[in-house]
């Protein structure tokens, strides 16, 4: 019998990698001739399973209720304003579930049926409008895949490596397909002053988590959305109307949005000084920061998601972005950043949008001190931490975009760790 | 002031035709000065909302209850033997969240573990070879968006217009990112026969569910798939491991899939002979129908989506697909096919994933046969039901790629009708 695959680059490539595992393999094969799972027929093939009628909608299966949302107390004083963090350790691919999304709330996440929704335009237009819900479903739509970072996410690791596990360190993220109205469309709807240079947007919710955005941005890209990955918003993440974004900081992606007021002038409101502005180590805070640069994390392996399996084959994968554009490269360091290899991106990458990448390697059980950098089509490339610290200090808390170092021991776990 | 927008030509061609409702949107916000929804403080901008500590796995909110899976009982004899539908009619853009996307079962959905997971891959190949799912995790991934369709989708309109909603008649179908490992990989990996001309792929569950597959197409796209949308598989769609194979019908998507037999002959099981098979008008039948034609519905307005608005504009919008690559045009009729007005795709076509288009039109209470009608990369123009009579007769379940006609009334409702 010849192999079908003898001439297969890919295949040799492979094999040749992984002679180990490749042996591992079959040798676990061959143990298995007298696995039960392999000999006898099993429970789940003599009976019946469950009906269509079952679940009209579907959770997930119980074996993976570790993977879900999750807070971390001590961050904030109440969990009525505070954060939870999306499970990229557990997740491949781009999307990132609604469920399993992370939330940020500022007084908590409302509830707000279609019939209690309204949307005001007004400041500086020719008329002053109200939208209900209905009103919003009739002007043209655009369905788009953006990613939503919140500004702090990573901001507990300025002074040092704090948190242990992907999703505690980059996992205020998010990537989802936005259905929604450009807000171009609903500013022209109502007639707007060309001289205005700034729109306010706010919320329903008792905090209002007002922002000032440039009108340029606003009649760029922006969308008033109602759905999230094909269906509704969900209740936290602004049912049933919330505002993207692309790119700038999810702390503008307004939840629950009911007004939006054209304006000659930013309203300084406390979301854009006392906060969502960062502090330099002299002191000064930058303000109007709003573009979430280039930046990159291995979800495995890493400290939520450590190798268990033996030497041979090794997987690493995660995430990259860019607030400016399209990824364009993502290298992976095994070494702290002193050799680098470039990893195979999932597809392209697209504008504002997670790129998912591998690299499929060859692992011994050598210590490693994995790092991703990432470029994108500006030409930017992903700054380590000293570069960072070097221009803003310790004093942030937002826009830590700087590479993450996870040292990957021999029996496979994995840390946060800096590397100097 | 004046208008940013006088140079915009979209914006005129909007309100041209948007005059009535425009107006209407005017009235109603000066209708709104008395609206205590923007007059006064709402009860949910006086209180605090829900923590991030509230639901570590997130559902949809109560309001969206009806956007659920249906079943229709009479369809089958057993909900265990039986299929639900996707309610598309209530979805926009293009991802399926996989809460809501359609189940098929021969004999229920069974809850496997990682743990007791086990795929054999056995027959024509130097070494048969059993992996566990910590040993697929090792091999490189792929991820990809593609639809899945069910073959009968739509099979209750060959004798005539039956069920109201399209969710009923287009709702066998969903559509997920996918990331796996193309089962080429591991057929390289056993080494198989190059004489080998087919696999044949069954799941762990007691009706096994055995289809044969060409191994042009087992080499092409076909792959091992363990996340959609980003997380792990549900049960009911194969948890933990299930087939993918891009644009043929969902039959042959094997869930839970626990071998894969290199053979040179196809086996001709139950699912491939007594089912899954195309009778002509004559008697006989044509089997080997894998591959989803060129095929499009309107989502809304459709029967379950009425026209709830006054005239004015109006956004027609829905799905199309094909399982021989990208999408590349869609053409509205609101005349019952005589004339045809070409919408705009949200993005350009992907290969075998579904596409959303959209019409920006104008309604004034006429009434409406209201069709689409897709055309595909390769050039092929889905074609009306009696043209594909003529061909198939009106023996057949599957396969039924007709051009949809919604019936949409003065008072905006819609109903599933047949024009001749």
């Given at each position: ?120 335009i007004n400041g500086l237009v020719d008329t002053p ?54 807000l171009r469309?609903l500013l022209e709807e109502a007639g707007f002053d060309t001289s205005a240079k700034w729109v ?15 009108m340029?941005?606003a009649l ?40 939006i007021e054209v304006a000659d ?156």
């Amino acid at each position: 019998m010849s192999k079908g695959s003898n001439n297969n680059p890919s295949r040799r490539q492979f094999l040749s990698g992984a002679a180990v595992a490749g042996a591992g393999i079959a040798v676990a094969g061959a143990a298995r001739a007298g696995d039960p799972l392999i000999t006898e027929v099993q429970q789940w093939a003599r009976g019946l399973g469950e009906g269509v009628d079952a679940t009209p909608y579907g959770l997930p299966i119980r074996f993976e209720t570790d993977v879900v949302r999750r807070n971390v107390p001590w961050l904030t004083a109440d969990p009525i304003s505070s954060i939870n963090f999306t499970p990229i350790h557990a997740l491949d691919g781009t999307i990132t579930p609604q469920g399993c999304a992370f939330e940020r709330h500022h007084s908590g996440a409302i509830e707000l049926s279609k019939d209690d929704y309204r949307l005001m335009i007004n400041g500086l237009v020719d008329t002053p409008l109200v939208f209900t819900y209905a009103d919003l479903e009739r002007f043209p739509r655009q369905t788009h895949v953006y990613f939503c970072e919140c500004a702090a996410n990573t901001g507990m690791e300025w002074a040092g490596a704090q948190l242990n596990g992907a999703q505690f360190t980059h996992g205020m993220i998010h990537n989802m397909e936005y259905t929604g109205i450009p807000l171009r469309t609903l500013l022209e709807e109502a007639g707007f002053d060309t001289s205005a240079k700034w729109v306010y947007v706010e919320g329903a919710d008792a905090s209002s988590n007002g922002r000032s955005i440039p009108m340029e941005k606003a009649l760029d890209d922006v969308l008033v959305a109602f759905k999230a990955n094909g269906e509704a918003l969900r209740k936290e993440h602004g049912y049933p109307v919330r505002l993207v974004v692309p790119g700038w900081e999810g702390n503008m992606w307004v939840k629950w949005l009911r007004r939006i007021e054209v304006a000659d002038a930013p309203v300084e409101s406390r979301e854009e000084t006392s906060k969502y502005t960062d502090t330099l180590a002299n002191g000064v805070s930058r303000k109007w920061t709003w573009v979430m640069d280039a930046k990159s994390i291995i979800t495995s392996p890493s400290p939520q998601a450590p190798i268990r399996h033996g030497h041979g084959p090794l997987v690493i994968t995660g995430l990259a972005w860019s607030g400016r554009g399209a990824i364009s490269r993502v290298d992976i360091s095994k070494d702290g950043g002193k050799t680098w290899e470039t990893a195979r991106l999932a597809k392209p990458g697209e504008k504002m949008a997670l790129t998912r990448f591998y690299l499929d390697t060859t692992w011994n059980g050598e210590e490693m001190l994995l790092q991703a950098r990432a470029m994108d089509e500006t030409g930017y490339v992903q700054p380590t931490k000293a570069q960072l610290r070097e221009v803003r200090g310790e004093n942030s808390i937002y826009h830590n975009n700087c590479i993450q170092t996870w040292w990957v021991q021999s029996n496979g776990e994995a840390e946060n760790v800096e590397v100097s």
